[in-house]
Each structure stands twice: as C-alpha cells, then as structure tokens.
T-cell receptor, first 110, second 114 residues
C-alpha cells in the first residue's frame, strides 16, 4: 500500500498558485518525499524531492512540515498545461522501485 | 536527465500470443524497473531488472508471465506472455541515476489484447 494520502482531485484557476497537499505520517527518517506528475497518455515526470528542508526548482516548490508528516507541492503560476495527476511518493534510496498511490487529479481552469 | 525510449509505443494483440517490449536508455544505469498501469489506475511495480542477475518480481507478478531480460546496462525487455484481455494496460520502464535521485520514465507501451 502507498505510504501517502492525497485528495483525489483539485481545481485551480489559471495563473493562480496550485497547492497540493500530501500526508505521509509514517515516513521514516531516511525517506525522501518525491513528487511526480503524469499528463494524460505520457509517462510520469519528476517534479521535485526533499528530505526535510523546503526545496524549490524551476517547476515548483516543496514545503515539508517540521515533523515531516505532511508536505505541500506548490506550482506558483499554474497554466492549463499543468493539468495532470500529481503523485506524492515516499521513498528511501534509489535501489527500490516506487510505490504509487492514486494521486491528485489537478485540473487547471481557464 | 535520462532519456528512455520504449518500443512499440502501442500494439493490439490477439489473446494467447506474447509481446516483447523494449526499453533503451541513453546512458548506462544500474537499476531498471518495469511498471504496469491498468486503465484508469495508478502505476504498479512489476519487477526490478539488474544487469547480470535475474529480475526481482513484486508480489502478484511471476517470471513465467512477465519474463525480463537485461543483457547490458542500457537495455531491457519485458515480455507479456500468453496474453488475455486482462493484460490490456500501459507498460512503462523506468530508471534512476542512483540512490536518492529522481526516476525517469519512458513514454509507455499501450497494449490492447483482443
């Protein structure tokens, strides 16, 4: 079973920030939080990952709570092309495959 | 990043036949993974393929049904054997550069069994 809980769907207006929550209350000390997204009919695309500090890259920001039991992915200026299923995944190390939950279907509204 | 090419991108197959899916990575990688995505569902890990050793299968997946080859550090194949309509899915291969790094995915092979 997936170690994360996400809302099944969310709407966001184009141009606004999209904030996607994820609960991972059983995360272990050596596990990272990863975010991927899957646009329809494509393979998953890596977005960002972090251990305990907040992270930012050209795509998004990742905010991890101090107790590491939850996190939020922020897309600062959502566009229609950001419509996708977003997966929050907890994983430790690169030796194992990923366990995908059901993800959040983010719909950006014009 | 790693570029992953999968062939074929899609196929329609008769039940009882087998299909081999190829996965080519643009650089040498240690670990390669195969996933299945059934219609409307999330991805499920089938197996991990290491070069020079037998693949490690997840619960619910067996080698007789999904034989995997890993002849070198840039290539792997997944065969879906004795297909039935229930095998209709998207099959994806994936890799990563190493520990605590991001994974990269191919575009997937959309398989329809009739």
């Amino acid at each position: 079973d997936a170690k994360t809980t996400q809302p099944p769907s969310m709407d966001c207006a184009e141009g606004r920030a999209a904030n996607l929550p994820c609960n991972h209350s059983t995360i272990s000390g050596n596990e990272y939080v990863y975010w991927y997204r899957q646009i329809h009919s494509q393979g998953p695309q890596y977005i960002i990952h972090g251990l305990k500090n907040n992270e930012t890259n050209e795509m998004a920001s990742l905010i991890i709570t101090e107790d590491r039991k939850s996190s939020t992915l922020i897309l600062p200026h959502a566009t229609l092309r950001d419509t996708a299923v977003y997966y929050c995944i907890v994983a430790g190390g690169g030796a194992d495959g990923l366990t995908f939950g059901k993800g959040t279907h983010l719909i950006i509204q014009p | 990043s790693a570029v992953i090419s999968q062939k074929p991108s899609r196929d329609i197959c008769q039940r009882g036949t087998s299909l081999t899916i190829q996965c080519q990575v643009d650089s040498q990688v240690t670990m390669m993974f195969w996933y299945r995505q059934q219609p409307g569902q999330s991805l499920t890990l089938i197996a991990t393929a290491n070069q020079g050793s037998e693949a490690t299968y997840e619960s619910g997946f067996v080698i007789d049904k999904f034989p995997i080859s890993r002849p070198n550090l840039t290539f792997s194949t997944l065969t879906v054997s004795n297909m039935s309509p229930e095998d209709s899915s998207i099959y994806l291969c994936s890799t990563s550069r190493g520990v605590n790094t991001e994974a990269f995915f191919g575009q997937g092979t959309r398989l329809t069994v009739v």
